[in-house]
């Protein structure tokens, strides 16, 4: 079994010390994504500030590759850990290869100076997060989209075992959030990093997420696995809205019908709507996050949603096995949740 990269014993954060949440207990492995979930106010941030050393914690320990978090200098932390948070990043006159060669700092001397090795290590950083296009580019001339990317590639280039992330998807359009969790997953399992990190997207979370931590009422309120947790029935429950609103909305989400939204005034599959008119932020499809190899032919709009008119398998009944058959792990968890309840 490998290593337990981040741990949380009886934790308990807060400010000023008084705690906001208590009984705290996290713990998570290489490769491995953990989301944190919640009202505004639930205390999201201030458990990422507290895992990241920016607040003290009021009690408890947060365990490091099984070292005291407290007991380890700043360049020990910064060897392990890199943060990509909400606080905008003060960049002036920075280039985006100079906030990307920021993650080498830990590694170098007192003067910051950064080896050939280093250097090497920033261009192979930018180019597997696909901003090398960016390098001689102002910081603060980019898109947000493309700000977060470079972020992430500084938090990359420091080579952590552990990634603390807060709202990375807060600025970003429906396209820039599907490409940047997209890259961030493909890293996650490649480089074996462990990630902790919070999200407003409950079907985000779905999609990217290992472990799902629910925060409620001053307390970790439920763990788990996103079929396991985000159901709709407790999502209300979770944010305090009235039964039946969110599947009224958002169409039905935690029960496998993941070919439908029948509150859309453009289901199925948004045959007959004008492409300016498209605003789908809450397709069910089973392929949406696998991006170009869905197979099933779509293409980004000029205001970035994505546009599924061309869609090889439109969302009709007859179209799920020509689709499930493509990935039989679709396949297998179509027939858990009861593939016949999706007839149109």
Do not use: W
């Not at 337990?4 to 009984?23: C, E, H, M, N």
């Not at 599947?247 to 007959?272: E, L, M, T």
């Not at 089973?286 to 398998?313: D, I, M, Q, W």
């Not at 968890?333 to 593939?339: D, H, I, T, V, Y």
């Amino acid at each position: 079994m490998e290593t337990i990269l981040l741990k949380t014993q009886s934790l308990a954060v807060g400010y000023d010390g008084k705690a906001l949440l208590r009984g705290i207990e996290l713990s998570l492995r290489p490769g491995e994504i953990l989301v944190l979930v919640g009202p505004n106010g639930a205390g999201k941030s201030t458990v990422l500030k507290s895992l990241a050393r920016q607040l003290q914690p009021i009690e408890g320990t947060v365990f490091l590759e099984g070292n005291d978090l407290s007991a380890l200098n700043e360049r020990e932390v910064a060897r392990k850990m890199s943060q990509v948070m909400t606080a905008r990043v003060d960049a002036e006159l920075m280039t985006c290869e100079d906030v990307v060669s920021a993650g080498r700092y830990p590694y170098t001397g007192r003067l910051g100076i950064l080896s050939v090795a280093d250097r090497q290590r920033v261009e192979e950083t930018m180019a597997l997060i696909g901003v090398a296009d960016l390098r001689e580019r102002l910081f603060t001339r980019v898109s947000d989209g493309q700000r977060q990317r470079v972020l992430l590639a500084r938090a990359i280039c420091q080579e952590p075992r552990v990634l603390v992330m807060d709202e990375p998807t807060s600025y970003l359009d429906v396209r820039h959030k599907v490409e940047f969790l997209t890259t961030l997953r493909a890293l996650v399992r490649e480089k074996r990093i462990a990630v902790v990190m919070s999200l407003h997207e409950i079907d985000c979370a779905r999609r990217i997420a290992d472990q799902v931590v629910c925060l409620r009422d001053g307390a970790v309120d439920r763990v788990g696995t996103p079929d396991e947790i985000l159901t709709d029935g407790y999502i209300e429950t979770l944010y305090g809205m009235e039964k039946g609103s969110y599947g009224a909305f958002f169409g039905a989400a935690g029960d496998g019908q993941f070919f439908q939204n029948r509150g859309c005034r453009s289901f199925p599959c948004h045959k007959g709507v004008a492409e300016e008119e498209l605003n789908c932020l809450f397709c069910y499809c089973p392929l949406y996050t696998l991006g170009p190899r869905c197979g099933g032919n779509f293409h980004y709009t000029a205001t970035g949603v994505k546009s599924c008119v061309e869609c090889t398998f439109p969302h009709r009944r007859e179209n799920y096995d020509a689709v499930l058959a493509r990935f039989p792990q679709l396949a297998e968890l179509a027939r858990q949740n009861g593939e016949n309840s999706h007839d149109v």
